[in-house]
């Protein structure tokens, strides 16, 4: 699958599943813009070769509206960027924050791109979650934002359908990241992984970034208004 000539934009594309996908769509072609929330690439600890990197932080209006005019026209966006309350989920503010950054702003970014990406015969690409699917009890915010995800998801590709972009979401299960590092070291968490999913394993952040490149390709052009669990077989239990 080339992406050669094709512009792609991945929010939160410094680390873990958004920087893999970053990765695949630029060594497939594309010219890729990524966002994070330190002021320049040279901030991280790792290389961020061949992307082009914009500060932006989804959970203010003003920054998405500032990455939009800085961007330009693209074929591709991922909205990927989002994060959980870390225990503060259960408050009002913590609530409305985490649906600010995993939901509202992907519908920002997806209206502030739909010209663009209507005139390219483009697509968006929503990263969601198993928990769109399954409820997430310490998490509810995450939790709902993914479900709201799932659900925009499908309005957005209903909508847009016949403006020639097309909609879907990837829902991974559980991916071995930086974020996830710690949970593979209790006990409760190990057992989790052996027990509910059927593939007896963690996935990798390359395994979602191949679904992210399917569903861009030609090979999906009558798939829209999806979810496609990657997460070893979760879902079927």
Request: with cysteine; proline share 4%; hydrophobic share 45%.
């Amino acid at each position: 699958m080339r992406f050669d000539a094709k512009i792609v934009l991945v929010t939160g594309g410094t680390q873990g599943i958004g920087l893999a996908i970053a990765a695949a769509f630029r060594d497939a072609g594309a010219t890729v813009h990524i966002t994070g929330t330190r002021a320049g690439p040279g901030d991280y600890d790792w290389p961020l070769e061949e992307l082009i990197y914009h500060q932006a932080l989804m959970g203010d209006r003003a920054s998405r509206e500032r990455l939009g005019e800085a961007v330009g026209p693209i074929d591709v966006l991922v909205n990927n960027a989002g994060g959980s309350g870390l225990g503060s989920e259960m408050s009002v503010d913590g609530f409305a924050s985490v649906l600010e950054q995993n939901l509202t702003a992907a519908m920002d970014l997806s209206v502030q791109f739909q010209a663009s990406l209507a005139a390219r015969r483009g697509c968006i690409i929503n990263m969601g979650s198993i928990g769109a699917h399954v409820a997430l009890k310490d998490a509810p915010a995450y939790t709902a934002s993914k479900a709201g995800l799932l659900g925009l998801t499908r309005a957005l590709a209903d909508r847009w359908a016949r403006k020639g972009i097309r909609v879907n979401m990837i829902a991974p299960g559980f991916i071995e990241t930086r974020a996830t590092e710690g949970m593979k070291s209790v006990d409760s968490w190990v057992r989790r992984i052996a027990e509910d999913i059927p593939m007896g394993r963690w996935g990798q952040p390359s395994e979602i970034a191949g679904a992210a490149l399917f569903l861009a390709s030609p090979h999906a052009s009558f798939i829209t208004g999806i979810s496609l669990p990657v997460d070893g077989g979760m879902l079927i239990r």
